[in-house]
């Protein structure tokens, strides 16, 4: 144990996401060690991000004003939506530049064991959007795996009886990996998912 | 496969269910890169056969998977399933919750469970709850449904007291036991017993019952809540009943 303050810092530092307590000792003593000017240009921007950016009230993605910049641009098609887990999955999406629709991002998959419902979600704000007409298409962006999967279920069950569109992405195939040394669950999801879903 | 944590960029603290060593914890490194060479394999619900390396920290570490069968896929690809099966795993998963304790008969359980849920042998709910009466059976709590849960009486009785652990006989009854019907009782033996002739004939209304006195039985008795439980689908169980099994040979 340190003293005081710098105890203090390990320990907020350690509960951050992917921060041991190794990592939050390494952490702190760089900190310690480093530029006055570095460490103020960190903790304002610390401040800032919690002071300006907010959730998109159409999408719920990071947004810098009421709507993010994909909702604002008008050049995106109206008729399509995408549905992701998490803001960093609308930036995956974008960095493929296949998708011209819009997004929405439901805040994580459902998890009974971790108590994480569909009430927990942006699923009942999704199903709004979803009501007026405009849209006839929706991705499912899940994460190619079991929690994903069991999202993707839910709301293609759900978005089936509105007569809308409904795929689910291909995806969790290894980049430019062999496919010898793809292992075989993604690559039977791969293959499985390469059609729109029925419901 | 019980459970998995995320921790740090790649890595999964992994909760496994083994055959001889009750359960376990361990590290699985970088399986969240899609390039991992068991990432997919690292899964909840997943049959596997795994070996361990013993690190210098408190867990292990995952050196090999191979998989025997992988139930997610069957199991996520239906949200009453999928919810269900999470109940199961949180189930025991509680039940098992001492390191490295051998739980034969508990694992022995959980696959079975599992593999009917995956071919959808029976309904869900049906599944859930003979899981959950067995499961809680061997692990000491088991429900009285036909002799006095308290002197032994023998039956059949018409109330139910979650505090005495079952039904009981009119001397035995506590004020403000419950009264299930004849046939959720008669359900409950089917389940425990594995009499699925019984059980698969059960109606809607017989069931719903019964997933409600199994379920308040595991609350009462599992000291915390189980989160699952409140979350379990059960609106697919009557199409369910009437669509024949698929995937059976
Ligand atoms: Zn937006
Ligand atoms: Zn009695």
Not at chain 1, 148 to 166: D, F
Not at chain 2, 57 to 68: A, E, P, R, S, Y
Not at chain 2, 156 to 178: D, E, I, Q, T, Y
């Amino acid at each position: 144990m340190y003293e005081g303050v710098i105890q203090d810092l390990i320990d907020e530092l350690g509960r951050l996401p992917g921060v041991g307590p190794k990592g939050a000792q390494r952490i702190a003593f760089h900190l310690l060690n480093a530029d006055s000017a570095d460490v103020k240009r960190l903790a304002d921007s610390l401040i800032e991000v919690k002071d300006k950016v907010h959730f998109c009230k159409t999408c719920y993605n990071v947004a810098q004003a009421e709507q993010c910049r994909i909702c604002a641009d008008v050049r995106r098609e109206l008729t399509a939506i995408c549905v992701v887990e998490e803001p960093k999955d609308v930036i995956a999406v974008e960095r493929t530049r296949e998708f011209r629709g819009r997004y929405h991002v439901l805040g994580g998959a459902i998890n009974p064991m971790e108590g994480i419902g569909p009430d927990d979600l942006r699923i009942k704000e999704l199903m709004v959007r979803l009501g007026d007409d405009t849209i006839t298409e929706v991705i499912l962006a899940m994460d190619p795996n079991v929690e994903g999967e069991a999202t993707a279920s839910y709301l293609a069950r759900i978005i089936k009886p509105m007569g809308i569109k409904t795929s689910r992405l291909a995806s969790g195939l290894p980049v430019g990996g062999d496919l010898e040394y793809a292992d075989e669950i993604t690559l039977g999801r791969a293959f499985e998912d390469r059609r729109p879903l029925d419901g | 496969m019980l459970r998995t944590h995320k921790l740090g960029e790649a890595d999964r603290i992994v909760t496994f269910l083994t055959h001889h060593f009750g359960q376990v914890r361990a590290v699985a490194k970088g399986v969240r890169k899609t390039n991992s060479r068991f990432g997919a394999r690292v899964e909840p619900f997943a049959h596997v056969a795994v070996q361990f390396h013993q690190g210098r920290g408190n867990l292990d570490t995952v050196t090999q998977v191979i998989t025997h069968d992988a139930f997610g896929g069957d199991i996520s690809r239906d949200y009453g399933r999928y919810t269900t099966g999470s109940a199961m795993l949180e189930i025991a998963e509680r039940l098992t919750n001492h390191e490295r304790e051998p739980a034969v008969d508990q694992y022995m359980l959980l696959l079975g469970g599992l593999r009917a849920l995956s071919k959808q042998e029976h309904a869900s709910g049906l599944i859930l709850d003979a899981y959950l009466l067995r499961s809680m059976a061997v692990a000491g709590w088991a429900m009285a449904f036909d002799d006095c849960a308290k002197c032994g009486v023998p039956g059949p009785h018409g109330a139910f007291a979650l505090s005495a652990g079952g039904v009981v006989c009119p001397n035995c009854r506590p004020a403000g036991a419950a009264n299930p019907a004849p046939q959720s009782l008669e359900l409950i033996g089917a389940l425990l017993s594995s009499d699925w002739a019984v059980a698969d004939a059960s109606d809607e209304r017989t069931r719903r019952e019964v997933a409600g006195l199994t379920a308040a039985f595991a609350q009462y008795h599992l000291e915390s809540g189980l989160r699952s439980l409140r979350l379990v689908d059960r609106t697919e169980q009557v199409q369910e009943a009437d669509t024949p099994p698929r995937g059976e040979s």
